[in-house]
């Protein structure tokens, strides 16, 4: 049973950083792309960013882009999200999440839609 | 970036109720489509991939369709548990958007 479980969320000031970590277990984690996706409080989902796999590919919302960080420690099986210079719109539930896959003819291939979601983290930014 | 709309915005329904959704693209996604089922409080839960593709799991009285810019969710024969916030999403290109969401709410 895939779990994932966010922590590192918190109250900090505009203008500092602070990293969210996902601990993953109940899968291959090192198989798996992951993402982040935030909501802000009463308001709609936004995503924020993913990884592959190993790394190798990254992308990241237009919002967060330059700021935020996405990582990973596959020994560790988590996924990590570094956030810089936070600002007050960047106060939200983070959610750390699994990239699906689309199976076929035997194999299957990495898709970003997501197929399994962590409870969340809260984050707040306000002075 | 792609922008995703849905309609309605609410819904007042009752169980037992087949009630519909649409999402609609700002260019070809081809069937790069997912919804999502939210309840207050929680993280939200996949219902159906690839436009049309049932999730393991996930109850048959949910079913897409759709390709290209313009899909539907249906729910045929509301529960209690379907009272809840619908949410699709793009996948075809990054950024990986999401519409709006669609509250369905109890009438």
């Known amino acids: 049973q895939v779990h994932l479980v966010e922590s590192g969320g918190g109250v900090v000031q505009p203008g500092t950083s602070l990293r969210l970590s996902c601990a993953a277990s109940g899968f291959t984690f090192s198989s798996f792309g992951m993402h982040w996706v935030r909501q802000a409080p009463g308001k709609g989902l936004e995503w924020v960013a993913v990884t592959s796999n190993d790394e190798t590919n990254k992308y990241y919302g237009d919002s967060v882009k330059g700021r935020f960080t996405i990582s990973r420690d596959n020994s560790k099986q988590t996924v990590y999200l570094q956030m810089n210079s936070l600002r007050a719109e960047d106060t939200a539930v983070y959610y750390c999440?699994?990239?699906?896959?689309?199976?076929?003819?035997?194999?299957?291939?990495?898709?970003?839609?997501?197929?399994?979601w962590g409870q969340g983290t809260l984050v707040i930014v306000s002075s | 970036d792609i922008q995703m709309t849905q309609s309605p915005s609410t819904l007042s329904a009752s169980v037992g109720d087949r009630v519909t959704i649409t999402c609609r693209a700002s260019?070809?996604?081809?069937?790069?489509l997912a919804w999502y089922r939210q309840t207050p409080g929680k993280a939200p839960q996949l219902l159906i991939f690839m436009a049309s593709s049932l999730q393991s799991g996930v109850p048959s009285r949910f079913s897409g369709s759709g390709s290209g810019t313009e899909f539907t969710l249906t729910i045929s024969g509301l529960q209690p548990d379907d009272f809840a916030t619908y949410y699709c999403q793009q996948y075809s290109s990054y950024p990986i958007t999401f519409g709006p969401g669609t509250k369905v709410d109890i009438k």
């Open positions: 260019q070809s996604i081809s069937t790069w």
């Open positions: 999440a699994r990239k699906g896959r689309y199976c076929t003819g035997g194999e299957c291939f990495p898709k970003d839609h997501i197929d399994s």
